[in-house]
T-cell receptor, first 115, second 117 residues
C-alpha cells in the first residue's frame, strides 16, 4: 500500500538557519511527489513537485527538494528560514488511477521559527 | 492561476440539520475534485473523489449517505453533510485537479470549518 511518513512531528529553528524536513514514501511504481504548506487560516499551497527528470526540484519561496529513489525519500530544504515560514508542511505522493491521480498525504511537520 | 474557492468558510449548525459546502475552480476546468477532512493537528484524510457528471468514489469507511457529493459542472462540486452531528465537526477541504506536466496537480481551497452544536 502507498504511504508517506514524516518522521518529525515538530521542528523549531532559528530565523536565518537552514532547514531540512524529512519525507519517506512507499510506492511500487515511479512516484509523483509533492510538498505542500499550510499556514494558519490558509489553504494548502503547493511548494514544489517531482514527476520525472532532474531529482533536485526547485520550488517557490526558496524551497527545494531532492528525490532519492534508493532511500525512498523526498526531503525538503531551505538554506535560510524566515519567520514567515512557520507553518505546517505536508509531503504527499500521487497515486495513478485510471482517470485521475489520487494524493496521499503524510502526517505533516509543524515548523516553528524563533526570531 | 489555479484558484479554488470554498463557501462558506465557516458554518455553525444545529445537530440534525444538513449543511452544503461549495467548491469552485475559478480559473480552470477541473475534471476531478476531491474532498478531504482534516482533524485538529492532523493530516488530510481523503473522503471522496468526484468526477464531473458521474458518481463520486468514496474512500473506505466514509458514509456515502452521510456525505453527499455532487459534481454538476467542470467548475463546481458540492459536499452536503446530512443530518449533521457533533462528531461531524471538522475542517473540510476541497481540491481541484488540473492536468499538466504529464500528470495532475491538485489545487486546494481555503477550507470550511463546520461546527455542529
Amino acid at each position: 500500500a502507498q504511504s508517506v511518513t514524516q518522521p518529525d512531528i515538530h521542528i523549531t529553528v532559528s530565523e536565518g538557519a537552514s532547514l531540512e524536513l524529512r519525507c519517506n514514501y512507499s510506492y511500487g511504481a515511479t512516484p509523483y511527489l509533492f510538498w505542500y504548506v499550510q499556514s494558519p487560516g490558509q489553504g494548502l499551497q503547493l511548494l514544489l513537485k517531482y514527476f520525472s527528470g532532474d531529482t533536485l526540484v526547485q520550488g517557490i519561496k526558496g524551497f527545494e527538494a531532492e528525490f532519492k529513489r534508493s532511500q525512498s525519500s523526498f526531503n525538503l530544504r531551505k538554506p535560510s528560514v524566515h519567520w514567515s515560514d512557520a507553518a505546517e508542511y505536508f509531503c504527499a505522493v500521487g497515486v495513478r488511477k485510471t482517470s485521475y491521480d489520487k494524493v496521499i498525504f503524510g502526517p505533516g511537520t509543524s515548523l516553528s521559527v524563533i526570531p | 492561476g489555479a484558484v479554488v474557492s470554498q463557501h462558506p468558510s465557516r458554518v455553525i449548525c444545529k445537530s440534525g440539520t444538513s449543511v452544503k459546502i461549495e467548491c469552485r475552480s475559478l480559473d480552470f476546468q477541473a475534471t476531478t475534485m476531491f474532498w478531504y477532512r482534516q482533524f485538529p493537528k492532523k493530516s488530510l484524510m481523503l473522503m471522496a473523489t468526484s468526477n464531473e457528471g458521474s458518481k463520486a468514489t468514496y474512500e473506505q469507511g466514509v458514509e456515502k449517505d452521510k456525505f453527499l457529493i455532487n459534481h454538476a459542472s467542470l467548475t463546481l462540486s458540492t459536499l452536503t453533510v446530512t443530518s449533521a452531528h457533533p462528531e461531524d465537526s471538522s475542517f473540510y477541504i476541497c481540491s481541484a485537479s488540473r492536468r499538466g506536466d504529464g500528470t495532475d496537480t491538485q489545487y486546494f481551497g481555503p477550507g470550511t470549518r463546520l461546527t455542529v452544536l
